[in-house]
C-alpha cells in the first residue's frame, strides 16, 4: 500500500471524514492492534471499538504520549484490508458457489443428533440436549430427571390429588433433533426431527391422559384403565395401552397416517371413527379415513436409525431436509412425484446420503450454503 494513501486514510478518520468503508478499515485495524482477538459481527462492536479509539486518541494528547510511526499505522491498515478483502471474497465465493454431489467441497453437512427443548407454562426453557444427568426440576408433585441414556423422565406423585397449579409442558425438536420422553404415566414417546409433544403435570390424576402432537411421534403407551388420547388438529387417536405412529408432518395440507404396531387404536375424525388393528394404518385425508395393511418396519425405520424412502421425490426430501435442518429446492421440470425407493442410514453425513440415492434413482443433487437443489 502507497504510505500516502495510508496517511491520508487515517487523518480522514480523526477529521471525521472518511467513509463507512475506510472508517471500518482503521477501527478494523485498531480493535487487531489494542484487543488482539476482538468481537467485530456486529454494528455495537464497532460502537464499543470507536469509543475505545478516540478514547484512546484524547488520552495520547492530553499527556503527550507520542503515537505510533506511521510506517506501523501503514502496515496494520494494509494487513487489515488484506484480511477483511480475502474474508469478504472467500464468503462471498462461498455463497455463489453451487456443487455437485461429485464436486462438493464445502464443509460436512452432519446428520441430526439427539436434542429438544422444555418450555414450561411460565414460559421458562430447558435446552434438554446440554443438561446434565440427574433432576431438572420438581415442581408441583412432579419431578423431570434426565438419565443417563439421555432419556427425559417425568414422575408424579400419585398421592397428590389437588395442586394449586397445572404446569404445561412442551417437548420440541428442531429440524435435526431426535428426542425421547417418559410421561408422568410410564408412557414413552419418541419424537422425530422438527416435532412437538404437549400434555399437563397432572396427566396421571386427570381422568383422560391427554397429549398433543405436532409432527411425528412413536408412543409405547402404558396400560392404564384411564384413556390415553393423542391430538394433533385434524384428529384424535384413543387407546387404553398400545404402540403406533402418527406421522402430521403433512396435516396442514390435510394428511395425517396412523400405523398400529400392538393394540388396538381408534382414530376419530370429524367425519367418523376407525378402529384398526396391527398391521394397518389409517389415512385421514381431510377427515376421511382409509385403512390398508402397512409394514410397519418401514413406519419405523426412523426411530430405529434409518430413513425408508418409499414415496414420492417431494416427501422424501422433505423428511431429509427435516433431519440435516437443510432447505430443499426443486428445478423446474424436476418430477417431485418420482417415486423413490431405498434405505438409508441416518447416521450418514448428507453427501454420502444423496449420493446414495443418485446411484438408485433417476434424479440429481446440488448444494449451495444450506439448501439441497433437486434436479432431473
Do not use: C
Not at 456443487?99 to 452432519?110: F, N, R
Amino acid at each position: 500500500m502507497d504510505k500516502k494513501l495510508g496517511a491520508q486514510l487515517v487523518n480522514k478518520y480523526l477529521s471525521g471524514q472518511a467513509t463507512h468503508k475506510e472508517t471500518r478499515v482503521v477501527e478494523e485495524w485498531y480493535a487487531f492492534n489494542r484487543i488482539e482477538e476482538p468481537a467485530i459481527d456486529s454494528p455495537e462492536d464497532f460502537i464499543r471499538i470507536k469509543s475505545e479509539m478516540w478514547n484512546a486518541i484524547d488520552h495520547q494528547s492530553k499527556h503527550h504520549v507520542k503515537v505510533l510511526p506511521i510506517r506501523r499505522w501503514l502496515a496494520y491498515v494494509a494487513a487489515i484490508l488484506m484480511i477483511v478483502g480475502s474474508v469478504g471474497i472467500y464468503k462471498l465465493y462461498e455463497k455463489q458457489q453451487v456443487y455437485t454431489i461429485d464436486t462438493y467441497a464445502g464443509p460436512t453437512i452432519k446428520a441430526g443428533h439427539t436434542g429438544a427443548t422444555l418450555t414450561l407454562s411460565d414460559g421458562s426453557t430447558i435446552d434438554l440436549s446440554n443438561a446434565k444427568v440427574g433432576e431438572l426440576l420438581t415442581k408441583q408433585g412432579m419431578t423431570i430427571s434426565k438419565n443417563g441414556q439421555g432419556v427425559v423422565v417425568y414422575s408424579q406423585n400419585s398421592s397428590i390429588k389437588d395442586v394449586s397449579e397445572v404446569i404445561k409442558n412442551t417437548i420440541t425438536t428442531r429440524n435435526g433433533e431426535i428426542y425421547q420422553v417418559v410421561l408422568p404415566d410410564g408412557s414413552k414417546v419418541w419424537l422425530n426431527a422438527g416435532s412437538s409433544l404437549t400434555f399437563d403435570s397432572d396427566l396421571l390424576n386427570s381422568e383422560k391422559r391427554i397429549v398433543k402432537l405436532i409432527g411425528e411421534g412413536y408412543f409405547e403407551v402404558s396400560k392404564h384403565d384411564k384413556p390415553f388420547i393423542v391430538r394433533t388438529a385434524s384428529q384424535q387417536v384413543r387407546v387404553l395401552g398400545t404402540h403406533f405412529n402418527i406421522n402430521a408432518y403433512s396435516e396442514s395440507k390435510g394428511l395425517v397416517r396412523t400405523t398400529l404396531v400392538e393394540g388396538r387404536v381408534n382414530v376419530v375424525t370429524t367425519k367418523g371413527e376407525q378402529l384398526i388393528e396391527p398391521g394397518e394404518q389409517a389415512v385421514n385425508r381431510r377427515g376421511d379415513i382409509d385403512v390398508h395393511e402397512q409394514d410397519t418396519e418401514d413406519i419405523l425405520a426412523w426411530k430405529n436409525g434409518y430413513f425408508k424412502i418409499d414415496g414420492e421425490l417431494s416427501e422424501v426430501m422433505l423428511s431429509l431436509g427435516r433431519w440435516y435442518n437443510m432447505e430443499v429446492q426443486f428445478t423446474e421440470n424436476t418430477p417431485k412425484e418420482l417415486k423413490l425407493w431405498g434405505f438409508v442410514s441416518r447416521s450418514n453425513d448428507l453427501i454420502t446420503t444423496l449420493r446414495q440415492i443418485e446411484r438408485i434413482n433417476k434424479v440429481k443433487f446440488k448444494i449451495k450454503e444450506r439448501t439441497i437443489i433437486v434436479t432431473d
